[in-house]
């Protein structure tokens, strides 16, 4: 693997023909990468389906910033305040209760009763909603989501990492209960709850950063989001926390060798290619 990150500057893959891991894009339907550059107050959909971000309340000249040796490249820093990004659209799948959300995170500890929300919808009834902080018990150190006024699925109680980098993975495999999975830097992260309400794809224009308006800002930096039209397999998720830029990573080119010089000393060589 390349250490160089891929950038807009360095090149990138754009789809699966060019990547070197083409599994990685399959069903991809949404995919924000901070990571290759700043791109003023637009935030880019890699996935090909266009639901680009605007940054709201936020200033590009100082929110895209580098990132540590964890993550490489740039990263969205929120204020918790009112920071956040608009996408387009709302975050929709196939089938509203098969897919995977991915995000990678680096908050405070939310402590308390408070929760931070990473994918929001404005509060619209039954569609998913992302979050980290506090569960139904108050307990810190949940990932959770909920649609408006019900906790449906719940992961195991962790302590929080504070100001750590944090790949947080949901997954739901059908309708009704028992059908939820989270993990947490490439390991099962547990469920606690596990709820049998269902989702139904939303209207409103999907939100990175809040929940709706002054709700459950997230503070802190926010690094690549994705949302696939599928349930991952451990395997892939485990390669994306390895390396987040995993499906970015172009296909390595193969150059015909030149060709060798003839052996010395070797007359069988140079009857051959003055018969050749």
């Known amino acids: 693997m390349s250490l160089l990150i891929p950038s807009y500057k360095s090149g990138f ?114 569609v998913f909603q992302l979050e980290v902080g506090a569960g139904p018990g108050d307990e810190d150190g949940n990932i959770n989501i909920i649609i408006p006024g019900v906790f449906v699925a719940v992961s195991s109680n962790f302590n929080w990492p504070t100001l750590e980098w944090q790949q947080i993975v949901y997954s739901r495999s059908g309708t009704g209960a028992g059908k939820h999975a989270f993990y947490r830097n490439g390991r099962d992260a547990g469920v606690s709850t596990n709820g049998a309400n269902n989702y139904v794809n939303g209207t409103t224009a999907a939100r990175l950063g809040r929940r709706s308006a002054g709700s459950q800002m997230m503070p802190g930096q926010l690094s690549h989001v994705y949302a696939y039209d599928r349930v991952l397999a451990l395997s892939e998720i485990q390669s994306l926390y390895r390396d987040s830029s995993a499906l970015l990573r172009p296909r390595r080119r193969v150059f015909a060798a030149a060709a060798a010089a003839p052996p010395s000393g070797n007359p069988w060589y140079s009857y051959a290619q003055q018969v050749a």
């Open 13 to 126: 893959a754009r789809n699966a023909a060019e990547s070197e891991n083409p599994n990685l894009w399959d069903q991809l339907v949404g995919f924000w990468a901070p990571s290759l550059g700043p791109t003023g107050i637009t935030l880019r959909d890699q996935s090909g389906y266009s639901n680009h971000g605007t940054l709201t309340t936020m200033d590009p000249e100082t929110d895209w910033v580098i990132s540590d040796s964890r993550m490489g490249g740039y990263v969205l820093d929120f204020d918790g305040a009112n920071d956040h990004i608009t996408l387009q659209k709302p975050i929709t799948f196939t089938n509203p209760n098969v897919f995977t959300v991915i995000a990678y995170v680096r908050i405070p500890e939310p402590g308390g009763v408070v929760r931070y929300t990473i994918i929001g919808h404005e509060n619209e009834a039954n």
